[in-house]
């Protein structure tokens, strides 16, 4: 079946960068993009980014261009979103998710708690 | 604040019915851009409920419908049931933003 499976959690220093992973399965990786979703303790959702796995390019939120980078490996089907320069504010749980083709997000991975303190 | 506003809260009896809106601008949901819904259970990731404005996934019960008109949409369940009680957001594209964007976020309480 179709799924993502995300990296465990995350403890990090203000200051210091993360790197999440999203490993993708049951579907042609290639064929679909990637966006990265986050969620910061009882606040709602945020869109971070898209990444297609297909060619590699990117286009980021205005709110994090400069501090986020995602990448992709095509051999293991995985892709990665890397955000730097954290600070308390980036405390999240942070999310893959596929879209259709028509870009609604049909499978989120299972989520990613990263935490920032000192 | 978010570029799409839901109301913060919204209740309802068992059976009855309730809706929720997500009000957008020219840029987003008016400019004919698709909207879709997520519910989010305490401690897991969002479920697409509703895609391409009124659409449902398979397996989603047929009380979640969803609809869209100008700069606004909405998000109807009847026949409330305990299990409905959620966190639901509404999502579109928008083109200033060149992004993704959703709505606050809207917690259903079934009293």
């Known amino acids: 079946q179709v799924q993502l499976v995300q990296s465990g959690a995350e403890v990090k220093k203000p200051g210091a960068s993360v790197k999440v992973s999203c490993k993708a399965s049951?579907?042609?990786?290639?064929?679909?993009?990637m966006h990265w979703v986050r969620q910061a303790p009882g606040q709602g959702l945020e869109w971070m980014g898209v990444?297609?796995?297909?060619?590699?390019?990117?286009n980021y939120a205005q709110k994090f261009q400069g501090r986020v980078t995602m990448t992709r490996d095509t051999s293991t089907s995985t892709v990665y979103m890397e955000l730097s320069s954290l600070g308390s504010e980036d405390t999240a749980v942070y999310y893959c998710a596929r879209p259709t083709d028509r870009g609604a997000f049909d499978i989120w991975g299972q989520g990613t708690m990263v935490t920032v303190s000192s | 604040q978010s570029v799409l506003t839901q109301p913060p809260s919204v209740s309802g009896a068992p059976g009855q019915r309730v809706t929720i809106s997500c009000t957008g601008s020219r840029s987003n949901i008016g400019a004919g851009y698709d909207v879709d819904w997520y519910q989010q259970l305490p401690g897991t990731a969002p479920k697409l409920l509703i895609y391409e404005n009124n659409n449902r996934p398979s397996g989603v019960p047929d009380r979640f419908s969803g609809s869209k008109s100008g700069t606004s949409a909405s998000l109807a369940i009847t026949g409330l049931q305990a299990e409905d009680e959620a966190d639901y957001y509404c999502?579109?594209?928008?083109?200033?933003?060149?992004?993704?964007?959703f709505g606050g976020g809207t917690k259903l309480t079934v009293l």
């Open positions: 999502q579109s594209y928008d083109s200033s933003l060149s992004g993704s964007v």
């Open positions: 049951g579907y042609t990786f290639t064929n679909y993009y």
């Open positions: 990444i297609n796995p297909s060619g590699g390019s990117t």
